[in-house]
């Protein structure tokens, strides 16, 4: 479970995160310590809550992220998980998965400063590594005992896209005005730079758009 708490959000010196400004998360909440799986999203496709079948690209299956899978597509996985355990799942918030993702550091990276060296999958981030998803879990994780919130799979998150910062929430909820048929994505890809798979790091696909570099992770309100 992540505990309340405030941070900084955003960087000076990352496209679309500005201006850096004070957010206070005031609800506990627990969030998917990986990315959601093949594993997973083929248990809600065999239930027939998923209709999508996503490819893997050759990649392999089991413990590997989900891709290919739009924001429409998150949804309703978490729709599913939430009538087959009658907790309330969904999205992270914007503001929930920066701050998940820092785990109380203030460095560039949840590890430092420096992107080189085995801490995430990303294009520059460990040249030994391929360019393809690998099994969740594969590095260590943050402080807050999460796994991949840099590189693997871009994750999706609740919010509209809006260019910058300005007029954002800044008690954790959810962007819900600007232009909604654009939804955010966090933590960069297996093919982003290392300067895209920063926690402070955004960009945005159509909420109906399904990529291979795109996956997800869940959210579970804490009572």
Known sequence: MITSGSFEMGSND???AKPVHRVTISTPFAIGRREVTFDEWDTCAAAGACSHKPADRGWGRGDRPVIDVSWNDAKSFTAWLSLRTGQKYRLPTEAEWEYAAHAGTTTAYYWGRDARGAHANCED????????TLPAGTFSPNAFGLFDTAGNAAEWVEDCWNETYRDAP?????????????????????????????PAA???????????????????EVP
């Not at 696909?205 to 996956?215: C, H, L, M």
């Open 125 to 132: 981030c460990d040249g030994t590594q391929p360019r393809r």
């Open 170 to 198: 800044r008690d954790g909820s959810a962007w819900v005005q600007g232009q909604c048929e654009l939804r955010v994505l966090r933590g960069g890809s297996f093919s982003s730079k290392s300067s895209a798979v920063r």
């Open 14 to 16: 990352v496209p679309y």
């Open 202 to 220: 955004r960009f945005r696909y159509d909420r109906d758009v399904r990529f291979y570099t795109n996956g997800f992770r869940v959210v579970r």
